[in-house]
């Protein structure tokens, strides 16, 4: 039986790692402590936070047929609700979503965590970049020196940074993954001890360091007794500030969130600030996954045409397959 190592626990890691699985040996390495990656959600008990993905839409027959069971049992689930559009200086409207807007279950995390029951993933496990083959198979490392095993195959799905890190050499200089480029986000996190007191669940906010503001606790399945605001940042203006002092960037987001909610965040009872490195697509067009097949190499993720949950998807599905 072939042995395929797939590096990454979030959404393409483990759709593919599921497919795989049916028919070989599948090992899931992950580096951070659960799985989701950019699907995950930050537990600050009673506070729970989506400060990755915030929704996700379906338009392909495909995708909602992979959905139904989920829905069907409520593990996922439509965000409904008020939209505003929020300005500094402007009076605020309110605008509809035109589509269904799903979300996982009690969390964000409970797709990937589904998904994850009863495969062999490796948390806290962070693989080192490839040598070459020995003897026609990869031998896997981890950060520290340690072997983690010999596979036929190796996926990685990862953000294109660390798979070029993870592949280097062995993929050819012309492939367009390398002209794959992401953007970083910051994620503020808000969380109170009392219910939310507004008709609005989310806000687009225009002209300013926030992009948009998200009310988690309105999200079907959550604690509604407690308030979880999300304020993810523009993606420029966290590229603009990436290296500043983390300390200096969540006073900034702070004051630009009173400023155009007029909430009071001064009297939060918790406050987070997470940075995401590489948080979406910066210059989207559809280059597809990366598969050698000589090799045994493939690669995958939102790079292959745009960050939509739904994209990851089908190009996950696809290479998948495509390795069947
Ligand atoms: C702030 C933000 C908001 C977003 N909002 C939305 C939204 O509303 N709707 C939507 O559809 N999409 C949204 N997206 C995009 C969406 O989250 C991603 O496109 C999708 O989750 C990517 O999934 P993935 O599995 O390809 O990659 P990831 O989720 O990034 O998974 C890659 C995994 O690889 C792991 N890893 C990296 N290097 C190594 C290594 N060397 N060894 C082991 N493991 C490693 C990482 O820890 C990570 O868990 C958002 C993303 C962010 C960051």
Not at 83 to 110: D, R, Y
Not at 113 to 138: H, N, Q, Y
Not at 166 to 173: A, G, V
Request: hydrophobic share 40%; glycine share 6%.
């Amino acid at each position: 039986m072939k042995r395929f190592a797939v590096i990454g626990a979030g959404l393409s890691g483990l759709i593919i790692a599921k497919k795989l699985s049916q028919r070989t040996k599948v090992v899931v390495f992950e580096k951070a402590r659960g799985v989701g990656g950019r699907m995950s959600t930050r537990y600050a008990d009673p506070f729970y936070f989506d400060h990755g993905t915030q929704y996700f839409t379906a338009h392909t027959l495909e995708f909602q047929n992979f959905l139904k069971p989920y829905v069907d049992k409520g593990s996922i689930a439509e965000w409904k609700g008020e939209v505003m559009n929020l300005e500094i200086g402007k009076k605020e409207n309110i605008s509809s979503w035109l589509e269904p807007h799903f979300v996982a279950s009690p969390n964000m995390n409970n797709l990937c965590k589904s998904l994850a029951e009863g495969m062999d993933i490796r948390t806290f496990c962070e693989v080192a970049p490839l040598e070459g083959k020995i003897e026609k198979m990869w031998h896997l490392l981890d950060k520290e020196g340690a072997m983690l095993g010999e596979f036929d195959w190796v996926i990685s799905t990862t953000p294109p940074a660390q798979t070029l890190r993870l592949f280097n050499r062995h993929i050819i200089q012309s492939h367009p993954l390398r002209t794959a480029r992401m953007q970083g986000c910051y994620a503020l996190m808000l969380g109170f001890n009392k219910p939310w007191d507004r008709h609005w669940i989310a806000a687009k906010v225009n002209n300013n360091p926030i992009d948009w503001i998200s009310v988690n606790s309105s999200k079907p399945g959550r604690d509604s007794k407690v308030t979880c605001l999300v304020a993810h940042s523009r993606n420029d203006w966290a590229e603009a500030h990436m290296d500043q002092d983390m300390n200096v960037t969540e006073k900034l987001l702070m004051e630009q969130f009173v400023r155009v909610t007029d909430y009071p965040a001064d009297n939060a009872d918790y406050v987070a600030l997470h940075r995401w490195r590489y948080a979406t697509v910066d210059n989207a067009k559809k280059i597809g996954s990366y598969i050698d097949k000589q090799l045994r190499l493939g690669a995958t993720g939102d790079w292959c045409e745009s960050s939509r949950i739904e994209e990851v998807w089908v190009h996950a599905t696809k290479l998948a397959d495509q390795i069947v």
